[in-house]
């Protein structure tokens, strides 16, 4: 209410300004036929003053705006990345029962362009991703989610990733699989439905996640070839990963 007040105060001041301004113009030169001719030619401007504002500036700064947020959400994308999903994505990849098939084509390598990274987000989501029940190390991968809780709970309440949903579904398939690792008292002679149960939450998690990697590898060649260069280096999906540059 009190700032509704305030408005109409201004509003009234600017407008008695200006019937001041037109009454001295009138009192020294007693020309009102040019008052009449400037005042109805700056009506039929504001039409066109209008259209500047609310279709051209208003669109420059809304893309100005989505800009800086999607700059704060690759910065939260990318503390996700370099705290715990490159490391979870290799602990995922090593229990594929098809990684001569799928690993391959994922490998980023230095020379990639963005048909190269298109072909590969698309491989990522078409392929089926086996998780063996057998070769999945729940022990270290219970272990490594549940250092990461914390930060898990702090990127789900983040509000900048509120419009990212393939992001936020990422989020809630690890956070899913955390809890229910966490909810077994041990993982030692699990059942085999269990551990098939279990498989099916780790698979969910790297069909989301290989996606996401891949994409934020390519905002990293895009915005920060250096950040880039020593993932090429050192990310899991590749034979040898090595921080030595050769």
Not at 90 to 101: C, H, M, T, Y
Not at 119 to 141: N, T
Not at 151 to 165: R, T
Request: aromatic share 8%; hydrophobic share 50%.
């Amino acid at each position: 209410m009190k700032s509704r007040i305030g408005l109409l105060i201004i509003a009234a001041v600017l407008v008695a300004a200006s019937a001041a301004l037109y009454s001295l113009h009138y009192a020294i030169f007693g020309d009102a036929r040019h008052i009449w001719i400037y005042l109805l030619g700056d009506l039929a401007f504001l039409p066109i003053e209008v259209l500047l504002v609310a279709l051209i500036i208003e669109r420059l700064l809304a893309r100005h705006e989505r800009s800086q947020r999607l700059r704060k959400m690759n910065m939260v994308i990318g503390t996700f990345f370099s705290e715990l999903g490159t490391g979870l994505l290799g602990d995922l990849a090593a229990s594929l029962e098809n990684r001569a098939e799928i690993l391959p084509a994922l490998a980023v390598s230095g020379d990639w362009n963005a048909a190269d990274f298109r072909k590969a987000i698309e491989h990522a989501a078409a392929v089926e991703w086996r998780v063996s029940a057998e070769r999945l190390d729940l022990a270290a991968l219970r272990a490594r989610l549940t250092e990461s809780r914390d930060l898990l709970v702090l990127l789900l309440a983040n509000p900048n990733l509120l419009e990212h949903e393939r992001f936020t579904d990422l989020m809630w398939a690890v956070f899913h699989l955390m809890e229910e690792l966490a909810a077994r008292p041990s993982l030692e002679n699990l059942p085999k439905t269990d551990r098939e149960h279990l498989a099916g939450d780790a698979k969910r998690v790297c069909s989301h996640l290989a996606g996401e990697w891949l994409r934020y590898c390519r905002h990293l060649q895009q915005a920060y070839p250096y950040i880039f260069s020593i993932m090429v280096r050192t990310h899991p999906l590749q034979p040898n990963p090595s921080p030595t540059v050769k």
